[in-house]
């Protein structure tokens, strides 16, 4: 390999070289008097005029190094930097004949030197031209070529456009460019045609039999690259996307930060604005505990806590490979922040109170949970251990070491709660609000709906299924949820911890709520696919404790604004910390009885929580609403038919009508 580049490295340098010598002699000729040309006088000119114009020139060229530039990937950058170079040489050339050498004149340099950078320049073109078309054929072989379409005729697109022609063009053929800039329809970007603006997507698609879309917008609003990407998705091609401007920056590659569109684009929410002085102020140089460190939102928050610059950042997890990860991870680009890393779990006591007396934390988030509704259902217990005493544990230290603040992160299951894992956290809600009243710790809970991307979320489920060509599973048809971006809850979390004041429920707008049904659809179309053609959607029936929709406030809780539009206050709930105590001493027996059936525990667990609904009661409430459902398809059914009916009755009068005119007028 070493002795091809070096080979290829002489030939371009003997190509200059003639090129060069070419040009001194042409120079001069074009200048000089035709009956001169051949006068001894000149002849010793233009040999001087070619010996110095090829070391000064190679002067140059190896001073900028042009033999180490790829030839194949130079572009009108490397060709400014040849015209800079030739332009100098030609100065310096200049020059030298001031001092008396016998070489071209002034003149003729201008010439020699306008004609050496076209010739260096245009032999690089030729040789870059030929390579291009020679490495294509070798690496095209029998692979199939897809069309794609550009959305974007901005600088994003156009670079996506130039990297595709230079390192792809044997995979993909762009068949057009779409962009709502009127004033460039039907101009050409590199060489393809702007074909019109985003109503002409699907028409393009059908017409140009489009494979893929490439969306290369770096930068729009939610909005408008929501409606773009649901007029993408309507065509059923598998479309990819360009990341955020700050990504781009981070790789100039454009085709390389090309990836598959997320749900998150979808959605189209708009970012969360944050007080980030607010937060700043209570965690730079503090330090923080964050329990369930290595889990989904632990992890994010340990994430944005370092940006704050705490005096320490304390992770404690049970399970020490995802904890491990997220160490490595943030020691890596944040090393000068003291980060410790702790294995232990909320339910140890005695673990808890060294780690509190060590590290003495000014801010505790707990995140440490059992989450996973349809296992708890089958484990009941260690929800109650993990959850509840867990959290209750993790309460009393905060108390106890005389922390400024504790959070904890809830979620809208806690609402009328049909599951065991609701009701565990709606009583991690009601401690915590016992707790606030007995201490000076500022207790508060942050509640929120599913984030997307989450360990065991529904949409890493879907894309499994499927990457491995289907079937999709549905609970319901019906169910919807509110979904969220980890970064956005987490970010949210933290600016609702700034607002705590003690014993607060915090909700976040969780924006309008999504099908789950649809997202699958989405999710299909999204990988270029159609839904119950290439993959198959199927209903599994909810799963144990499920509910068709979730909720994020009861009946008692009203709701109070904050200074961020994204967040509220549900009203304080009148708790009692004795009837607190003698919750959970029914609930300590059960642990302690392990005898116990899972229908007895259920049921003492909706006495100590009164808003959870049994399983019998929940089924009878579902029974109910598709009877309700049922009821009104029928009405609107019977609506249809009597509407028809009467217009049916109206067009028969009015025929009948006619008919009489006829006869009449006969």
């Avoid at 230290?397 to 009701?423: E, H, Q, R, W």
């Avoid at 609506?639 to 009948?656: D, P, V």
């Amino acid at each position: 390999m070493k002795g091809i580049i070096k080979q290829s490295k002489f030939y371009m340098f003997l190509l200059d070289v003639i090129i060069i010598a070419f040009s001194m002699i042409v120079a001069n000729l074009l200048m000089t008097p035709r009956e001169y040309v051949l006068s001894d006088q000149n002849i010793k000119t233009i040999e001087n005029s070619v010996v110095l114009g090829v070391i000064v020139y190679q002067i140059y060229l190896n001073l900028f190094k042009t033999y180490r530039r790829i030839t194949r990937f130079e572009n009108g950058t490397d060709y400014i930097v040849y015209i800079i170079m030739t332009s100098l040489a030609g100065v310096t050339l200049a020059i030298i004949r001031r001092f008396g050498f016998n070489i071209n004149s002034m003149r003729q340099q201008i010439i020699g030197c306008i004609i050496t950078a076209v010739g260096i320049i245009s032999l690089r073109v030729i040789i870059r031209f030929f390579l291009n078309i020679l490495l294509r054929k070798q690496e095209k072989g029998d692979g199939e070529r897809y069309n794609v379409l550009i959305i974007g005729a901005g600088f994003a697109g156009k670079e996506v456009i130039s990297n595709i022609k230079q390192t792809m063009n044997e995979k993909y053929r762009i068949v057009g460019i779409i962009d709502d800039n009127q004033e460039i329809l039907h101009y050409f970007i590199n060489g393809i045609e702007v074909l019109g603006n985003r109503d002409k997507i699907v028409e393009v698609c059908k017409d140009k039999e489009v494979d893929e879309i490439f969306f290369a917008i770096s930068q729009i609003s939610r909005k408008n690259k929501k409606e773009i990407l649901n007029i993408c998705q309507a065509t059923g091609k598998k479309i990819k996307i360009l990341p955020s401007l700050e990504d781009l920056i981070r790789n100039k590659n454009m085709y390389q930060n090309l990836r598959d569109v997320e749900i998150e684009d979808i959605l189209g929410r708009e970012p969360v604005v944050l007080d980030n002085d607010k937060i700043g102020q209570l965690i730079q140089g503090k330090a923080i505990l964050v329990t369930g460190a290595g889990g989904s939102i632990g992890s994010e928050l340990c994430r944005q806590i370092v940006k704050y610059r705490p005096s320490k950042l304390v992770m404690l997890d049970i399970y020490e490979n995802n904890l491990y990860d997220v160490e490595q991870e943030l020691k890596a680009e944040y090393s000068h922040i003291n980060i410790e890393t702790i294995i232990g779990s909320v339910r140890d006591v005695k673990r808890l109170e060294e780690i509190f007396e060590q590290y003495r934390p000014y801010l505790v988030f707990h995140a440490a949970a059992h989450k996973h509704v349809p296992l708890m259902e089958k484990s009941p217990l260690e929800a109650i251990k993990n959850n509840v005493f867990g959290t209750y544990n993790v309460a009393n230290c905060a108390d106890k070491y005389k922390c400024k603040k504790m959070i904890l992160i809830s979620t809208d299951k806690a609402v009328n709660p049909t599951n065991i894992m609701g009701a565990t956290k709606r009583l991690c809600e009601m401690i915590i609000q016992v707790k606030n009243k007995n201490s000076d710790t500022e207790y508060a809970a942050v509640r929120f709906g599913n984030v997307l991307g989450s360990n065991g979320s529904v949409v890493p489920l879907f894309k499994k299924q499927i990457a491995a060509g289907g079937p999709v599973t549905v609970t319901h048809k019906d169910v919807i949820r509110y979904f969220m971006t980890i970064p956005e809850a987490v970010g949210l979390v933290l600016q609702a911890m700034s607002y705590a004041k003690g014993g607060e429920i915090f909700v976040l707008d969780m924006g309008d709520p999504v099908k789950i049904y649809d997202l699958a659809v989405s999710l299909i179309k999204l990988s270029g696919y159609e839904p119950d053609v290439d993959i198959p959607i199927v209903f599994t029936g909810l799963r144990p404790g499920e509910k068709l929709y979730e909720e994020l406030l009861m009946k008692e809780e009203g709701l109070q604004k904050t200074e961020n539009e994204k967040i509220y206050i549900g009203e304080l709930t009148d708790l009692n910390e004795k009837d607190i105590v003698e919750k959970l001493a029914k609930l300590k027996m059960l642990i302690e009885n392990e005898r116990t059936s899972i229908e007895a525990i259920k049921q003492i667990i909706h006495e100590v929580v009164p808003t959870y609904v049994l399983q019998e009661e929940h089924k009878k409430e579902l029974v109910v609403a598709s009877q309700r459902k049922l009821t009104i398809k029928k009405a609107q059914t019977n609506i249809l038919k009597q509407i028809s009916e009467r217009l049916m009755y109206i067009h028969n009068r009015a025929k009948r009508k006619n008919e009489v005119k006829e006869l009449i007028k006969t």
